[in-house]
């Protein structure tokens, strides 16, 4: 009896490796403003304020604001035609506008981050 070899499969169930298998992919957003994190505690509890916007632009299936000064928002969107470079752009647009010139900056002087995740803690 002949064997085959398996070639296909095998990278899908490595241990150690973030993987997807619904175009998802997770981002880690600091939000900022032209030096330093912003806090989102207070932005967070009133119609159009900062977490508001910032969420709707980026229009994740599943997200979490980490309280404290961080500025962190750990998002999980569909990742089909995004990716961190163009995300950041869009994040940085928004918050500049919610801001206001003297609040985060410009876009072009806005320092907030994006980061595509590579790993994920459920807790």
Do not use: C
Not at 26 to 38: E, M, P, Q
Not at 97 to 103: R, Y
Not at 106 to 115: D, F, K, P, Q, R
């Amino acid at each position: 009896m002949a064997t085959q070899t398996r070639v296909n499969g095998f990278g899908a169930y490595t241990t150690g490796a973030l993987r997807s298998v619904a175009q998802l992919k997770a981002f880690i957003i600091t939000v900022k403003d032209t030096s330093s994190a912003v806090d989102l505690q207070s932005l967070d509890d009133g119609a159009d304020e900062l977490v508001e916007a910032v969420v709707r632009e980026v229009q994740p299936l599943m997200y979490y604001a980490v309280t404290g000064s961080t500025g962190v928002i750990h998002v999980i969107v569909d990742g089909h035609a995004v990716d961190a470079t163009t995300l950041q752009a869009r994040v940085r647009r928004v918050v500049a506008g919610v801001g206001g010139l003297s609040t985060y900056g410009t876009e072009a002087s806005n320092v907030s981050t994006v980061a595509e995740g590579t790993t994920f803690v459920v807790a």
